[in-house]
Each structure stands twice: as C-alpha cells, then as structure tokens.
T-cell receptor, first 110, second 115 residues
Framework: GDSVTQMEGPVTLSEEAFLTINCTYT??????LFWYVQYPGEGLQLLLK?????DKGSNKGFEATYRKETTSFHLEKGSVQVSDSAVYFC?????????FGKGTRLHILP | EPEVTQTPSHQVTQMGQEVILRCVPI?????FYWYRQILGQKVEFLVS????????KSEIFDDQFSVERPDGSNFTLKIRSTKLEDSAMYFC?????????????FGAGTRLSVL
C-alpha cells in the first residue's frame, strides 16, 4: 500500500542554519503531497502542498518540490528560527485519506 | 482564520467506559474525518464521513467506534467500551467540496487516556 518515509529525528540546528528534512513516498499514480507542522501543544497545521509533479509548495520560508523521478518531497528552509521548533509530518492524500510519515522533531537552538 | 475545534483537550476514562469526543469542523466544509496517533507511532486514518454517512473506514474502526453529526455543527466520535489500547491522540479534520477536497484541516486533538 501507499506509504511515506521521512528522516528520523530529532534534528537539532542552530538558528539561521539551513534545514533539510527528507521525505520519500511509495504510491501508485500521482497523489497530492503535503507537509504538516505541529507546534508544541497545538494541532496539525498544513504548512505547504504540491498537487502534481514538479510543483513547488512554499510557505513561511519553507519549500518542497514534488519529484516524481525520485518519489521525494524534501522540506527545506534557508535560515531557521527558534520559532520553527516543532514536529514536521510529510504526508500524501490517497482516496481522501491522508497517509502520514512518522514525523520529524526539529529543535532550533538560539 | 476558520479552524477545526476539538473538545475536550484531554479526556481521562476508566477501561470499559464510553467516551464521546467532540469536533466542530470548519463551517462550510462537507467532508469530515477522524484520525488517531498512538504515542510514538504514525497518525492513522480512522473514518471519513460525508452526507450523513460513513464514506470509508479503516480496520481500526471496529464495532466499538461510531461517528455522528448530531446537528449542523458538531461531529462526534464515540468509543463504546474503551480499552487500554485506545489511549491515543485523536484528531478531527474537515475539507471542502470540489478541487480543495484533498486538503484536510485538522484540529488540535483530544488526548484520550484510558486507565
């Protein structure tokens, strides 16, 4: 069945560092891809999305590009802030179900 | 910005008791969902609901679970006789009709602790 695999955390970076969180997926066809973020004590918030191959989703300085050839949707940010500390979930939509990766906890040190 | 609201934020119950978890989806959304996340594991789909009936359910969603839209705003998940393994974070989500249907908006979750 369809699945999402993302890098294990926690990931600890210093403020202003470059961030990459790897995500690959297994799916038939071309599902929509998402990154959700969960800040401490809050729910799952949609961070960005891409609905077809080569689409780039972006929001709040984060970017991810839908790569069909490598079945990847890696999350990147050029300069992280302490406020970016959260758990990040890569996900895909299949038949109206969201299928999530396990999540990657990100700690940003001042 | 409209949001999905879930209550309570934390529910503690004894094994064998019934619990009802409540959700108020975004007002113009027509598709509703429940997911759960057992501590340390992935967020898993439980059930989807549209037009006052279940559209799809996972193998987790057995006879102990039920969903209902009792009025025009609430969407509930009932667990009839809770088990220890039902302890998890439960997320409600909703989405619009049409092209935006594949974008689901989630609530903050209800943490269920079964003792």
């Amino acid at each position: 069945g369809d699945s999402v695999t993302q890098m294990e955390g926690p990931v600890t970076l210093s403020e202003e560092a470059f961030l990459t969180i790897n995500c690959t997926y297994t799916a038939t066809g071309y599902p929509s891809l998402f990154w959700y973020v969960q800040y401490p004590g809050e729910g799952l918030q949609l961070l960005l999305k891409a609905t077809k191959a080569d689409d780039k989703g972006s929001n709040k300085g984060f970017e991810a590009t839908y790569r069909k050839e490598t079945t990847s949707f890696h999350l990147e940010k050029g300069s992280v802030q302490v406020s970016d500390s959260a758990v990040y979930f890569c996900a895909l939509n299949r038949d109206d179900k969201i299928i999530f990766g396990k999540g990657t906890r990100l700690h940003i040190l001042p | 910005e409209p949001e999905v609201t879930q209550t309570p934020s934390h529910q503690v119950t004894q094994m064998g008791q019934e619990v009802i978890l409540r959700c108020v989806p975004i007002s113009n959304h027509l598709y509703f969902y429940w997911y759960r996340q057992i501590l340390g594991q992935k967020v898993e789909f439980l059930v989807s609901f549209y037009n006052n009936e279940i559209s799809e359910k996972s193998e987790i969603f057995d006879d102990q679970f039920s969903v209902e839209r009792p009025d025009g705003s609430n969407f509930t998940l009932k667990i009839r006789s809770t088990k220890l393994e039902d302890s998890a974070m439960y997320f409600c989500a909703s989405s619009e009709e049409g092209a935006a249907k594949n974008i689901q908006y989630f609530g903050a979750g209800t943490r269920l602790s079964v003792l």
